[in-house]
């Protein structure tokens, strides 16, 4: 490969990631004020109307005021760790859609095989969004450890708990569908869904649907498990931040979020395919945008309707409702690969056998 | 349906693992069962481990026919020799449980006791069955871990925690080098395989032998690490002394027989292109071993240190048995580890009976003036000393001999000079306990808790040393039977 | 070409991050220096084509262990220079195991046995090989035996743990979650005749 070959294919790359990254952080700003109105409409009440036609501006209202708020770092901090957490918090929920297929494109005939639409077509996609995820609660704990207040620590701890609490239920929930898509390649994953809703991993996989919807809600801190972020435990991990630093927490928050609305169309609702085949004709990343759009507003709605649970409550639902789900559906999905008979009715979902 | 397979092919001669299976299916259920058993007879879930003991016992009667069978795509092996240390290891785990019946009565989570003693002894079994690298290192994790655990069991007593600590450390640390010495053998051999290595080890040319020995040293440390030989025997005192004495017995006996089965293995199937570098390493740590041991044996005010030190004196010995190689070194080795499962355990099992209200029983002076209370206690406590000792015509004495003759016959005459010296050192400490038995009053009251088990595991100890010190042949027979085909 | 670069790079951050978790004076750096430290060996796992390790390396080590490791850490409150005054006196003892190995090292490196040639080298597969696949194989069929003790390993692991610090409290309150849902309107309210 010659040196030119190199800039070119280094260009393309850089294209491809500020293609994937701009989008993602305008609608992370765009989601706040999606979810102000809508939580707005839901209670009955106004929501930001004011700052530009139907309240449009008010996000970039909003950025320009934190990035213009004094940033301030505690005397006794970690200075360090202290900066660094917001950037670590932030970088993998960034990483994690570098392996995200946003469907497939021929570029309107141009190329004569369909290309699909990632930065990075891995063969262990699944595998890697869990990993860099994963990696999130670095943040949360570099946060909670550098502020040097016991209010931080504590609600670093208690953030840490629940994230990695239900990050294993999420993990185990992802099981199943490995086991059906036999592939831990996301591409693969969901073309195995190919055909139309009674495809998708969602009926065979409901309960593990929810195990992955609802933990990956508690998994980012969202309401009813935000008590990261709850006033009345003093804030958690982030409250000695302020400005950007903290717009950045809740940047990564958002980003998150998105991904796991992503993830879940990907894994279960049959990623870019239409819910009929006669809808095919419409572009996939319309599906799959379109799919995610409903859970982001799902999430939201959970936001306006439920109550927060208690830190007992939480970790019951986690390791005594949900890990148990999770291992049984594994059992029960195993059973049925390997039973003659019921296996005739599980390869209906395993178009690779 | 027709395109529904099995999805591996199943694998061959899996009959050969029964001993194991049973134990690891009735051990977990026995987790189970051990959650509906009142908290006030958690005894039942020891005899149920006790059973469970039996079984594999009798089930490993059923598959030993007396051929080597390797199964599980060769990643175990069963031939007399496994079967014969699998055997002393089930009558040790047993022998370890009866002693804890009563000992562990006060603790929480009684049940999970036995259950984790069960966990160490399929790890042993493992252990000995194990024919390459893989197995040997989850069979010593397996019965590491659930050790580390039993070790430190006294959760409220400082010294058990202590103990369990220092045991986890210095242990996790010497895994870790066996890994890295198992790395090098992988390295230049590309197998895990105690015979591939030792056929690819012939085959290389000498210099890359070089290559080889960084990794022998390690796996050598690791493993000397499991044996307590010096000078990694450092952890062995402490552990030996903060454990529940139930586990430190079984500790002192057990593992080592495992420990030093799967010293065999290595020694003789992958070794032999080596032989000359491992003789001389091991007779260095020997030499130590020996030393270290039955000398600071006598500093010891502390029963459970004492015998301790006398286990890592024992150990130097059983060592002498792998230097001499095959045939009748590895013999007298499995001899000596047979009679030293009983004489040891059964001076530990006195030591459980020592053990009264408020006092532990450990100290040498709590054995002051024993033999005017319980003269029973006392006689077999004595000849299970005086066998340890290495007086003749006790069980200890053939043990020593075994070995002894063996070095002799392999050419190592000094280090058996060497021995026999340490002998005569070490006979001095196991004496002055007798002293103290019969010679001094007693200082505090003797009452003892009563359990006919106990008891009758006392005696039957104490009679084996002299039946066996009597009439030896039989179990040297069956050792030599055993170690056909070894190296 | 590119590939030794790579090589160079990832081994020599590794090697750099290794010696940053020793001589760390705090020991919050020292773990996220650990976590460089496999990031850098997850590098050397893709270059050797094993993604699957490589991405199980972060999630179980980088996503996992280290996070336990911050925990403990948080909760203790650690001096570090305390902790090295001891240094200093463990020096020759230490040094000496150091150099020893060192040398040791050194001849086994030059014996030829792991010298260019002597092992076959791998060749790079295209995607159409997937070693995630190969590797599920081979756990469940040849090496079946080991897959299975590291599960009885696990468990013990579990139960030891379990076993060490579960302590039954007396004076702790349960919620009866079930029986709480399955209350009536009969059993708590009840009409008062003024």
Not at chain 2, 379 to 392: E, R, T, V
Not at chain 3, 95 to 112: C, N, Q, T, Y
Request: aromatic letters at 12%; charged letters at 10%.
């Amino acid at each position: 490969m010659s040196g030119l070959d190199m800039a070119a294919q280094a260009g393309i790359w850089a294209l491809e990631i500020l293609a994937i990254a701009v989008p993602v952080a305008l609608s992370v700003a765009y989601i706040t004020y999606v979810e102000r109105r809508v939580i707005g409409w839901i209670q009955v009440r106004k929501g930001c109307n004011r700052v530009g036609p139907a309240g449009l501006l008010q996000p970039l209202a909003d950025g320009l005021k934190l990035f213009l708020k004094e940033t301030t770092i505690p005397a006794a901090a970690n200075k360090l760790l202290f900066v660094a957490a917001p950037v670590i918090s932030l970088t993998p929920a960034l990483l994690a859609y570098a392996v995200v297929p946003f469907g497939e494109t021929s570029l309107f005939g141009l190329w004569d095989k369909p290309h699909v639409m990632a930065i990075s077509h891995l063969n262990v996609g699944l595998l890697y969004v869990m990993a860099i995820s994963s990696m999130s609660i670095y943040g949360v704990l570099m946060a909670g450890w550098a502020s040097n207040s016991k209010y931080a620590l504590m609600g670093s701890i208690r953030s840490t708990c629940q994230m990695i609490s239900y990050e294993i239920s999420m993990g185990f929930a992802l099981v199943p569908v490995m086991m059906l898509a036999g592939s831990l390649d996301l591409v693969e994953i969901v073309k195995a869904q190919q055909g139309g809703l009674l495809h998708w991993y969602m009926i065979p996989l409901f309960p593990m649907l929810l195990v992955y919807f609802i933990s990956g809600c508690a998994e980012v801190g969202r309401t009813p498990f935000d008590l990261i972020e709850t006033e009345e435990l003093v804030a958690g991990y982030h409250v000695e931040y302020s400005g950007m630093w903290f717009a950045t927490f809740s940047l990564a928050e958002y980003a998150a979020m998105i991904m796991i609305a992503l993830m879940t169309s990907i894994l279960f609702l049959g990623g870019w395919y239409a819910p009929i085949p006669a809808l095919d004709f419409i572009p996939g990343t319309v599906w799959l945008l379109g799919k995610t759009a409903f859970l982001v507003f799902l999430f939201i709605w959970m936001r306006a309707t439920f109550p927060r649970y208690r830190y007992d409550q939480m970790m019951r639902l986690g390791w005594k409702v949900f890990l148990p789900w999770t291992l049984v559906w594994i059992a029960v999905v195993g059973i049925c690969i390997y039973t003659p008979g019921l296996s005739a009715v599980i390869n209906f979902w395993m178009p690779w056998r | 349906m027709a395109n529904v397979t099995f999805p591996f092919p199943f694998p061959e001669h899996l009959s050969a693992l029964l001993p194991e299976i049973l134990v690891a299916v009735l051990a977990m259920a026995l987790l189970i069962v051990d959650l509906f058993v009142p908290k006030e007879r958690k005894a039942l879930t020891g005899y149920l481990s006790l059973a469970t003991i039996l079984v594999a016992g009798v089930a490993l009667m059923q598959v030993a026919d007396g051929t080597s069978v390797t199964a599980f795509y060769g990643f175990f092996t069963l031939d007399p020799f496994a079967v014969f240390s699998k055997l002393l290891i089930l009558a040790g785990t047993a022998i370890a449980i009866i002693m804890s019946l009563d000992y562990i009565r006060s603790e929480e989570n009684v049940g999970e006791y036995f259950v984790l003693m069960l966990f160490a002894m399929l790890g042993m079994m493992l252990l000995v069955s194990a024919n390459n690298f893989v197995t040997m290192y989850l069979g010593i994790e397996l019965m590491a871990l659930s050790i580390y655990v039993l070790v430190g069991y006294q959760r409220d007593t400082l010294r058990s925690n202590e103990a369990a600590l220092k045991y986890f450390i210095l242990g996790s640390l010497s895994s870790g080098m066996l890994l890295y010495g198992i790395t090098f053998f992988y390295g230049v051999t590309s197998s895990l395989d105690f015979k591939q290595i030792g056929e690819a080890l012939a085959a290389a040319p000498s210099s890359e032998h070089t290559a080889v020995l960084l990794g022998l040293v390690f796996i050598i440390a690791g493993l000397a690490f499991k044996v307590s030989m010096a000078p990694f025997h450092m952890w062995t005192p402490d552990a030996y002394e903060g454990a529940p004495t139930p586990i430190t017995a079984f500790m002192s006996a057990a593992p080592k027989v495992a420990g030093f089965v799967v010293f065999v293995r290595i020694v003789a199937d992958a070794l032999p292109a080596l032989e000359h570098e491992t003789v001389m390493i091991l007779s260095g740590m020997a030499v130590l071993t020996m030393a270290v041991g039955n000398l600071a044996a006598i500093a010891q005010r502390n029963i459970k240190r004492m015998l301790a030190y006398s286990t890592i004196g024992h150990v130097g010995f059983v060592t002498l048995g792998l230097i001499a190689g095959s045939g009748s070194g590895y013999a007298g080795m499995l001899v000596y580890l047979a009679i030293y499962l009983f004489m040891g355990m059964g001076a530990f099992a006195v030591i459980v009976l020592m053990r009264r209200e408020g006092i532990q029983g450990e100290l040498l002076d709590d054995f002051a003036g024993l033999a005017k209370v319980r003269p029973g206690y006392a006689l077999a406590m004595g000849l299970l000393l005086f066998s340890l000792a290495g007086i003749p015509f006790l069980g200890g004495f053939w043990a020593k001999y075994a070995v002894f003759i063996a070095a002799v016959q392999a050419g190592h005459v000094y280090l058996v000079i060497y021995a026999l010296l340490f002998s005569v050192v070490g006979a001095f400490y196991y004496i002055r306990v007798v002293k103290y038995m019969y010679f001094d009053e007693a200082r505090v009251p003797f009452d003892f808790s009563e359990n006919r088990l106990m008891q009758a595991t006392v005696a039957l100890t104490a009679m084996a040393v002299v039946v066996l010190g009597i009439y030896p042949d039989p179990l040297m027979e069956l050792c030599r039977q055993a170690v056909i085909g070894i190296g | 070409m590119l590939e030794t670069a790579f090589f160079y790079m990832f081994g020599g951050l590794a090697v750099l991050a290794a010696t940053g978790v020793v001589l760390a004076r705090n020991t919050m750096y020292s773990v996220m220096w650990l976590i460089f430290c496999f990031f850098n060996a997850a590098g050397l796992f893709f270059m050797l084509d094993a993604e699957f390790l490589g991405i199980i390396l972060i999630l179980i080590y980088v996503g996992a262990v280290m996070v336990l490791f911050i925990f403990v850490i948080m909760m203790l409150e650690i001096n570090t220079a305390v902790l090295r005054e001891g240094f200093l006196q463990y020096l020759p003892t230490g040094g000496l195991v150091a150099l020893v190995l060192l040398i040791e090292f050194v001849a086994a490196s030059r014996s030829g046995a792991f010298s260019q040639g002597a092992k076959a080298t791998a060749e790079h597969f295209g995607r159409e090989v997937n070693n995630t696949v190969e590797i599920g194989k081979l756990l469940y069929t040849k090496y079946l035996l080991g897959f299975e003790v590291a599960a009885v390993i696990l468990l013990v692991a579990l139960v030891g743990a379990i076993v060490l610090t579960l302590r039954a409290r007396k004076d702790a309150k349960y919620q009866n979650i079930s029986a709480q849902v399955r209350v009536r309107k009969e059993d708590r309210v009840r009409k008062v005749r003024l």
